[in-house]
């Protein structure tokens, strides 16, 4: 008698957990947590990753400068181009979760560029060394971008913001394809005449 009464309070509570299921609305896919802890915390990452974006952008011309290789110089061109978008559909993102345009301090992308102003001030002019050092050093910024924006298409999308994530996912496209084209220019024309030096 017992057994059964713990079978059917059981099945009962399972019954009553589906029907609530099916009656309530996640707030994922209602789009409804826009005053949520999380929401907060992804507009806060989309705040920081346009800081990094931002600053990414006047780094380039930089790292062009500095290339020996017109490919990779061409490529570092290119891509403030693009990166120059990627602020474009940031501001976008801003607008459709309504919230302001502004940029949080990216202490990852500060070190990034440091690392990247470090490396032309350690390596001569005119040598592949330095473009090899340049390569990684874009590489290293491509892979944070790459993790950030791969991880904010998740949010996106756990939160209902298809859209949102829609446009994130064009601009991870991007990074990545990028980061293939720095090594196709590493392996084809870089690093094998850069360790000969």
């Known amino acids: 008698m017992l057994l059964k009464r713990i079978l059917l309070n059981s099945l009962?509570?399972?019954?009553?957990?589906?029907?609530?299921?099916?009656?309530?609305?996640?707030?994922?896919?209602?789009?409804?947590?826009?005053?949520?802890?999380?929401?907060?915390?992804?507009?806060?990452?989309?705040?920081?990753i346009y800081w990094a974006e931002k600053h990414l952008v006047k780094a380039l011309p930089k790292l062009k400068k500095a290339a020996t290789s017109p490919e990779l110089a061409a490529a570092f061109d290119q891509h403030t181009q693009e990166t120059n978008s990627h602020i474009a559909t940031l501001e976008q993102v801003f607008e459709l979760l309504g919230e302001k345009a502004q940029a949080k301090?990216?202490?990852?992308?500060?070190?990034?560029?440091?690392?990247?102003?470090?490396?032309?001030?350690?390596?001569?002019?005119?040598?592949?060394?330095?473009?090899?050092?340049?390569?990684?050093?874009?590489?290293?910024?491509?892979?944070?971008?790459?993790?950030?924006?791969?991880?904010?298409?998740?949010?996106?999308?756990?939160?209902?913001?298809?859209?949102?994530a829609d446009l994130l996912q064009g601009t991870l496209d991007n990074e990545k394809a990028t980061d293939v084209i720095l090594t196709e220019i590493a392996v084809n024309s870089i690093n094998e005449?850069?360790?000969a030096e």
Do not use: W
């Open 12 to 48: 009962f509570m399972a019954t009553t957990k589906s029907t609530n299921k099916s009656t309530e609305k996640p707030a994922a896919a209602s789009g409804k947590i826009e005053n949520s802890e999380f929401h907060e915390f992804f507009v806060d990452e989309i705040k920081d």
């Open 105 to 164: 301090k990216c202490d990852a992308m500060e070190g990034l560029l440091a690392e990247a102003t470090s490396i032309i001030e350690d390596t001569d002019k005119g040598t592949l060394i330095r473009d090899a050092g340049l390569i990684l050093a874009a590489q290293k910024v491509e892979h944070y971008e790459i993790a950030t924006y791969g991880t904010l298409v998740v949010f996106a999308r756990n939160m209902g913001q298809s859209e949102v």
């Open 193 to 195: 005449p850069a360790a």
